[in-house]
Each structure stands twice: as structure tokens, then as C-alpha cells.
């Protein structure tokens, strides 16, 4: 079992940036391939990016590539989402996963096994 928290989100001008942090309790955090998503009202939730266990690999799609990293600190039991450059298209709330799938990313909701509660990330033009 994994608990997620994220946290970081808040409100910032176009062009600016922020740093979400997904903090997770439980077993075996090493051992999930993580992912962040969003959701935007009115809008299904969408991914955004994602990273494996172990190993620095890492996805994103188009929409946020170049502009969204995201990394890992395993025995901080931590996963960070960096975004730059924001826009107002991002504007939506950010939700951390956790997917027991270990050989590749998911970019789908129903592979991940435990998510968060979201942080809301509000970009203003």
C-alpha cells in the first residue's frame, strides 16, 4: 500500500514556474513507476509525465515536453514534477500516482494503482 501527498501548487504568471512534490508512505515506494497527471474543469484527467523505478527514464507528451521534468528521490520517498514556462492551458489540479507496472511508463489512469488528493495549479495570462 502507498499513500501520496502532493503539494506545491498555487497561482502564477504566464512564463513563470513551480515545483510539485509528491511525498508517498507505504512499502517498496522504489519499486512504483510514478506519474503526474491533470485534470482541467470539464476536461478528463490527462498525463503529464512519468518516470520508472530504478532507473532515470523518463515521458512526457508533446503538450508539456521541454517545459516539465520530473524526478525521484527514493529514499526520500519523494517525486518531484518541475514545470517551466507555465501557461494558462495548465492551469487544472495536479494529481501524483503510483503504478505497481515496472517495465515502462504509463500513460493511462486505470495502470496506476494509488493516487493522491491533487494541488490545484492555477497559470494566469
Known amino acids: 500500500q502507498v499513500q501520496l501527498v502532493e503539494s506545491g501548487g498555487g497561482s502564477v504568471q504566464a512564463g513563470g514556474s513551480l515545483r510539485l512534490t509528491c511525498a508517498a508512505s507505504?512499502?517498496?515506494?522504489?519499486?512504483?513507476?510514478m506519474g503526474w497527471f491533470r485534470q482541467a474543469p470539464g476536461k478528463e484527467r490527462e498525463f503529464v509525465a512519468g518516470?520508472?523505478?530504478?532507473?532515470?527514464?523518463?515521458y512526457f507528451p508533446d503538450s508539456v515536453k521541454g517545459r516539465f521534468t520530473i524526478s525521484r528521490d527514493n529514499a526520500k520517498k519523494t517525486v518531484y514534477l518541475q514545470m517551466n514556462s507555465l501557461k494558462p492551458e495548465d492551469t487544472a489540479v495536479y494529481f501524483c500516482?503510483?503504478?505497481?507496472?515496472?517495465?515502462?511508463?504509463?500513460?493511462?489512469?486505470?495502470?496506476?494503482?494509488?493516487w493522491g488528493q491533487g494541488t490545484q495549479v492555477t497559470v494566469s495570462s
Open positions: 507505504g512499502h517498496s515506494f522504489s519499486n512504483y513507476a
Open positions: 500516482a503510483a503504478s505497481k507496472t515496472l517495465s515502462y511508463i504509463p500513460t493511462i489512469q486505470g495502470a496506476y494503482d494509488f
Open positions: 518516470i520508472r523505478w530504478g532507473i532515470a527514464s523518463t
